[in-house]
């Protein structure tokens, strides 16, 4: 089982001279990224950051940082063994199982935290990016323009318009209703198939009606 914190990092955690809980982020990131993130950090926290990205800088650093902020790096049992002072990982997202090594935070006795709310938005908007995407052909058509080769009616009787199609949407949480939600003014009919029952007045706003995994 993934052990689920009952406090956040103002919980007593070792600390530096200064006081400040230290935080790793633990992907190497621009210089721009990591400035948009200093820039939330609340009081009595350091950010800290990769300069090179390398195993030997990840590994010396976490040495020495309260809390890890888990991004695309794999977060590994090699990892939690350098990292002596840590109590506290959280996982940027809500996809955990591909980049911690969960087991090996159990056996730590860490705590493990996601962000239920953080990429549904953009998942979604993407999602609807990548119909409109293929439906015109876009990345193909892209391609070649960019070698000079314009297409005029070459592809018009296979690409097509999203109004007035069915949408259908596998898993109804967070992404599937976002997407359900901004799909709408396309003029669509949306369906979808859940594990779950959702509550009809929550279909009724989204328009989606439930159907099996076949149909």
């Excluded at 955690?13 to 950090?41: G, Q």
């Amino acid at each position: 089982a993934i052990a689920i914190p009952r406090t956040n990092l103002e919980a007593p955690m070792s600390t530096t001279s200064t006081n400040a809980k230290r935080v790793l982020y633990f992907s190497h990131a621009s210089d721009d990224l990591y400035a948009m993130i200093r820039a939330s950090v609340p009081p009595g926290f350091e950010l800290v950051t990769l300069e090179t990205g390398s195993e030997a800088e990840r590994l010396q650093k976490l040495a020495d940082v309260d809390a890890v902020i888990v991004v695309t790096q794999k977060l590994t049992a090699a990892h939690l063994a350098a990292a002596r002072k840590l109590r506290f990982v959280q996982h940027q997202g809500v996809g955990f199982h591909d980049t911690v090594d969960w087991r090996a935070l159990a056996a730590h006795d860490l705590p493990l935290a996601i962000c239920t709310a953080g990429t549904a938005r953009g998942v979604a908007e993407h999602a609807i990016l990548l119909m409109l995407a293929t439906m015109k052909r876009l990345p193909h058509i892209d391609a070649e323009m960019r070698l000079g080769r314009f297409h005029l009616n070459t592809y018009r009787h296979t690409s097509y318009e999203l109004g007035g199609k069915t949408v259908g949407i596998l898993g109804f949480g967070r992404v599937g209703q976002g997407v359900a939600a901004r799909i709408q003014p396309f003029g669509v009919t949306t369906l979808y198939h859940d594990l779950l029952t959702f509550p009809k007045d929550l279909q009724a706003r989204l328009q989606a009606s439930p159907v099996s995994f076949d149909e």
